[in-house]
């Protein structure tokens, strides 16, 4: 998680007139209610779990089953992510200096997983090997799905890094690889370790993989304990062990960001890369990303066309459209709530860092530990009390934005963050507003960075799955729920038709986030010499 | 014995031909001035000489050692090379100790002569006391200071500056280049300081080299560049100087604004003629035979002033020496009292 506290070296101009001490008090009163909203589902948790005496509360965490499923769990993650981490940081940093054929379009293919949610690989690759289930085909396709996160926040941080510093450690006699861990490492660590956490969260928020693959995590004991016995306050308590996993890999995070560089940018030249050119890395890098591809992306993809052509059943297109826009919309509102809800606290963060700031971005941060199964546990209890908005639409596209609330709230953040502080002024001083500065200045500049996080918002939402079954209102189908609901193996073929519509549509928004384009600043150099 | 000889450098860029049959030679303990526009190659050739490009042909040698030659490339990090590039490139993630440190060999030295040579360069760059500082709360001139530390501390063959004053006031930038050149000189270190300022070029360098588009076009000595260019254009590149229309005769005598022959039959050679702002001497001592002006403008720079002076229809700038006491409308005879640089057109 990019819990990102931005170089606040700056302050917003001192409140002086009414309208800025205004703009101030609207500010802080919208971060608070924002904060309470993504506290619901802890204190729903926390009012259910509490319905169950204490003893048997204990009983119930300590028995062998907990443990057995809270240790299958801890397992899965770690495995997942020390092998996204040992792919995910070589692909990026192969990706980032070596110069490989095609460098910028083969980005494409290693972020394109993304697009595709973990139930829909789980159920190509079951099609392709009938046995395939179990722990280490769990292994196999969370990591597979999730190694894009450690990509793209390899290369951010790879691309923060200046290639002047590079050529002068050079210079000072490190070869490359000492280069890499003294100079690079060292300052990517902290965007590697976000990407990691992201994989983390991941992996232990899954439903639809393990599920499907036989593996007990607790989201599945959560989900089954809600659908077999509707033993809510059972689930609740379970579910605080989930966050407590999650609030564990959040602080872990937060400790190697501590104890890495600060993102304080000493002003540097700009210089570009120049690739490496050493044939075995060219070879050895470009043959993972292809093994990578076959097996991560063309594998489902041939899969999915081939079950959509050979499919015996006809496909009902009217079904299929409706679902379509049904996706679409429901995403599209949540992503646009989340928007909305994370710009106070990005705004409050980007001025200056204030303890309340600090707090409400906290809690946010956590919100997005929670699993889907956990929020939609919690919105479907509270909702059930709001009357009207229950079994709607909105009270779903909420949840989305709940749910995602984090990753809206990063990019916002650190987009306007990078906003320089002497423009704000500069807009002052010309007589604008607070409002008027934000509308005129802050907002186009920061708008690209806002844009990719609410397209990952958007992109996310249309892949979710516990909640949506949880949420949707009786007899509305989404993409997800489709796919789903075609139940078992046996079936996938007429799941198929949904599942290719969502990867084709998710991969739309994955292709803008992987910006290809976006590194111009590497060139090819000629000097072939490297390490002797 | 050269202590680094570049001979017909050519370097590619892609496409795009950078560096073009460059040579150059810098003798063990001078320091050698890179001046040229924007965009003519100056950053190109020290990261060539760096080992940072690989140039496409010619050779470059250290000393004896042939560094750089067709199949022959000595990687950047075996050259000992003191690179100090733009804006001083300090690693952020560490402070200004461990900075410093970061280029000298572990494997050959005990943690105690590292952490001495750390101190000695701290102090030799006028740093102590900020060795536990991190790189972003220091000031611009500081961080240059610590990247030339960082660079001195491997005992470096050779020191490449790109520019590393330009972010600089002009106070602290006179104090810190008269630091550095003598902090240079005093451990007799070969260093090439990459500049688009004239005169700090001419202040603190043995060897002065003009550079246009990839090749090194003169070279020598400040005086020499400055006294004699070979062409008027690159007059200009090592100060002021006035181009003025001019003709030469077969007898040797040039005819311009300031020398006029009256009649002559002789056959002439059409050209300009280049004298620097300070080669003409104003006096009002108004004759028929001496050449007068009228002075249009004075600007005062303290030490000295730039008077603008209308001659028929011609516009000459005239730098004189401080105090004076011309005032601007006032007539006065002109007088070129340097040397005659007489440029045929081609």
């Known amino acids: ?19 800025q001490r205004a703009w101030r008090v609207g500010l802080n009163v919208a971060v608070g209610v924002v904060a309470a909203l993504s506290l619901i589902p802890f204190i729903y948790l926390l009012v259910r779990a509490s319905d169950k005496p204490f003893s048997e509360i204990s009983a119930l965490l300590l028995r062998t089953k907990t443990l057995e499923v809270l240790t299958t769990t801890a397992l899965l993650v770690t495995c997942v992510v020390v092998i996204t981490l040992t792919l995910g940081v070589a692909i990026a940093s192969g990706l980032h200096f070596v110069a490989l054929p095609f460098r910028r379009l083969l980005i494409i293919p290693t972020v394109l997983p993304l697009a595709i949610p973990s139930y829909v690989f789980t159920y190509t690759w079951v099609a392709l090997i009938p046995s395939f289930s179990g722990f280490a085909a769990a292994v196999f396709i969370l990591s597979l799905s999730t190694i894009p996160y450690i990509i793209l926040a390899t290369l951010a941080g790879l691309r923060s890094v200046d290639g002047s510093q590079i050529e002068v450690a050079r210079s000072l006699g490190l070869n490359y690889r000492q280069t890499f861990t003294r100079v690079i490492w060292p300052q990517i660590k902290g965007h590697v370790s976000a990407g990691a956490l992201l994989v983390g969260l991941y992996t232990m928020s899954d439903f639809g993989a393990v599920s499907l693959l036989n593996v007990e995590t607790l989201t599945v004991t ?211 507003n607070p409002w008027s500065v934000v509308r005129k200045v802050i907002a186009p500049i920061a708008a690209p960075g806002i844009g990719v996080g609410t397209i990952l918002v958007f992109l996310t939402a249309m892949k979710e799955l516990p909640a949506t079954l949880m949420l949707r209102p009786t007899g509305f189908e989404t993409l997800a729920t489709n796919i789903w609901s075609a139940g078992s193996i046996n079936r996938f073929n007429e799941a198929a038709p949904y599942a290719l519509i969502l990867v084709l549509v998710a991969a739309i928004p994955t292709f803008l986030i992987s910006r290809p384009d976006h590194d111009d600043r590497a060139y090819i150099d000629n000097s072939a010499g490297g390490d002797k | ?51 940072l490009i690989r140039p496409s042909e010619g050779q470059i040698r250290f000393g004896k050692q042939l560094v750089s030659f067709s199949s022959v490339h000595l990687p950047p990090h075996k050259r000992k090379i003191g690179y100090v590039p733009q804006e001083g490139a300090l690693f952020p993630h560490l402070n200004i100790m461990e900075n410093i440190a970061f280029g000298i060999d572990r494997t050959i030295f005990t943690k105690d002569q590292i952490r001495q040579t750390t101190k000695e360069m701290l102090a030799l760059t006028g740093m102590e006391g900020f060795g536990h500082r991190m790189p972003h709360q220091l000031s611009g001139g500081q961080q240059t200071r610590v990247a030339l530390a960082r660079a001195l501390a491997i005992k470096p063959s050779i020191v490449l500056m790109d520019e590393p004053f330009a972010a600089l006031d002009a106070e602290l930038r006179t104090e810190l280049r008269t630091d550095v050149i003598n902090l240079l000189r005093s451990q007799n270190t070969t260093a090439i300081l990459v ?152």
């Not at chain 1, 998680?1 to 309208?19: E, F, G, I, K, R």
Request: net charge positive; hydrophobic share 45%; proline share 4%.
């Open chain 1, 222 to 432: 959560i989900q089954n304990m809600y659908r077999a016995s509707y033993d809510r306050s059972a689930a609740a308590v379970i579910s605080f062990v989930l966050i407590a996993f999650s609030i564990l890999f959040v602080f872990g995070d937060e400790a190697i960001k501590r104890r890495s560089a600060k993102g304080q940018i000493v002003k540097t030249f700009s210089v570009k890369n120049s690739l490496i050119r050493k044939n075995y890395l060219r070879v050895s890098i470009t043959a993972v990303i292809l093994i990578f591809t076959i097996i991560a992306v063309i594998i489902p993809f041939y899969v999915l066309f081939s079950r959509f052509f050979s499919n015996p059943v006809p496909i009902d297109y009217t079904d299929l459209a409706r679902a379509t826009f049904a996706t679409i919309s429901v995403a599209a509102v949540g992503a646009l709530i989340a928007l909305l809800l994370s710009a106070p606290i990005g705004l409050l963060l980007s001025g200056k860092m204030t303890k309340f700031g600090q707090i409400s971005n906290k809690i946010i941060v956590i919100g997005h530990a929670l699993p889907g199964v956990v929020v939609g546990l919690a919105l479907v209890s509270v909702g059930s009390k709001l009357g009207p908005l229950y079994q709607t639409t909105l009270l779903l596209a909420f949840a989305y934005a709940l749910l995602f609330l984090a990753k809206s709230v990063i990019s916002m953040s650190s987009s306007l963050a990078r906003v320089p502080s002497g423009v704000k002024d500069v807009a002052a001083t010309l007589g604008m």
């Open chain 1, 1 to 19: 998680m990019v819990t990102t506290t931005p170089n606040a070296t700056h302050n917003w101009p001192a409140a002086h007139t009414s309208s």
């Open chain 2, 1 to 51: 014995m050269n202590a680094l000889e570049l001979s017909h450098l050519k370097v590619m860029l892609g496409e795009k031909t950078v560096l073009d049959d460059l040579s150059f030679t810098l003798a063990q303990g001078q320091i050698a001035a890179l001046l040229g526009p924007s965009g003519c190659g100056k950053t190109t050739l020290l990261r060539s000489i760096a080992g």
């Open chain 2, 195 to 346: 500049t688009h300022d004239r005169e700090e070029g001419l202040v603190s360098a043995d060897v002065i080299a003009l550079m246009r588009e990839g090749k090194i076009v003169q070279s020598g000595t400040p005086e020499d560049v400055y006294s004699s260019p070979i062409s008027p254009a690159l007059a200009i590149s090592t100060g002021d100087a006035l181009i003025l229309q001019a003709s030469e005769r077969a007898d040797g005598s040039t005819d311009y604004i300031l020398n006029p022959i009256k009649s002559s039959s002789q056959s002439i050679t059409q050209g300009h003629i280049v004298i620097r702002p300070e080669e003409i001497k104003l006096n009002r001592t108004i004759s028929a035979s001496s050449i007068n002006g009228l002075i249009t403008k004075i600007d005062y720079y303290g030490h000295d002033a730039m008077v603008s002076i209308d001659i028929a229809k011609e516009h000459l700038q005239v730098r004189i020496p401080g105090p004076f006491d011309f005032t601007v409308g006032e007539q006065v005879a002109l007088e070129h009292v340097g040397p005659l640089r007489f440029f045929a057109n081609k």
